[in-house]
């Protein structure tokens, strides 16, 4: 079975360009989630979703973030503008309700460097 | 709000037993995790514990003391490929697949 696919894996650009994070669940999961992780911070907690409607998105850093899930396999983090302090790896991750444990399942994660 | 502490880095030897403690403040508990994730990849999730006691699985155990906001990750026959960080997480609510809580990790080193 195929996991969390996130793209890019990796991704430079200078401050203030556009950057668009990708991920598609694993089929059937309900529950999409968006973690940030740096080293001073660890895993931070951004967004998520469930059956494609936000619940809480109280992480987002600020207005420059947005987050999107037009249908159940798919997922967008926004950054616009970006700036240097955005560098860090963005993970998402998805889980089902059918699970007992309800645990997380990550994609590989895309590392963000912004100059 | 939520804190959960564990200890930053741990140094144990190859066939050795190595215990990594966590503790945490939480408001609402409904549950906690243990992941490990290697250096440049994806977390992996190793363990779930929802009541007290001790949950064992292979070389790997994890207990919870609810009371005391207390778990600790057990690895025996330690080998070099846990080498790895490893990451406590408490899910809060009640309902649903609410999100897990990180702390920052403890990054164990396995020497020969």
């Known amino acids: 079975d195929a996991g969390v696919i996130q793209s890019p894996r990796h991704e430079v650009t200078e401050m203030g360009q556009e950057v668009t994070l990708r991920c598609k669940p694993i089929s059937g999961h309900d529950y999409l989630f968006w973690y940030r992780q740096t080293m001073m911070r660890g895993l931070e907690l951004l967004i998520y979703?469930?059956?494609?409607?936000?619940?809480?998105d109280s992480g987002m850093p600020e207005d420059r973030f947005s987050a999107k899930m037009p249908n159940a396999s798919f997922s967008t983090l926004k950054i616009q503008p970006s700036e240097p302090r955005d560098s860090a790896v963005y993970f998402c991750a998805s889980s089902s309700t059918l699970v007992n444990t309800g645990e997380l399942f990550f994609g590989e994660g895309s590392r963000l460097t912004v100059l | 709000g939520q804190n959960i502490d564990q200890p930053t880095e741990m140094t144990a030897t190859e066939g050795a037993i190595v215990q990594i403690n966590c503790t945490y403040q939480?408001?609402?508990?409904?549950?906690l995790f243990w992941y490990q994730q290697h250096a440049g990849e994806a977390p992996t999730f190793l363990s779930y514990n929802v009541l007290d006691g001790l949950e064992e699985k292979g070389r790997f155990s994890s207990f919870l003391s609810r009371s005391k906001g207390y778990s600790y990750l057990l690895l025996k026959e330690l080998q070099m490929k846990d080498s790895a960080s490893y990451l406590c997480a408490v899910r809060r609510w009640n309902s649903g697949n609410t999100p897990l809580v990180f702390g920052k990790g403890t990054r164990l080193s396995v020497i020969a």
């Open positions: 979703f469930n059956n494609n409607v936000p619940i809480d």
């Open positions: 939480t408001s609402g508990f409904n549950g």
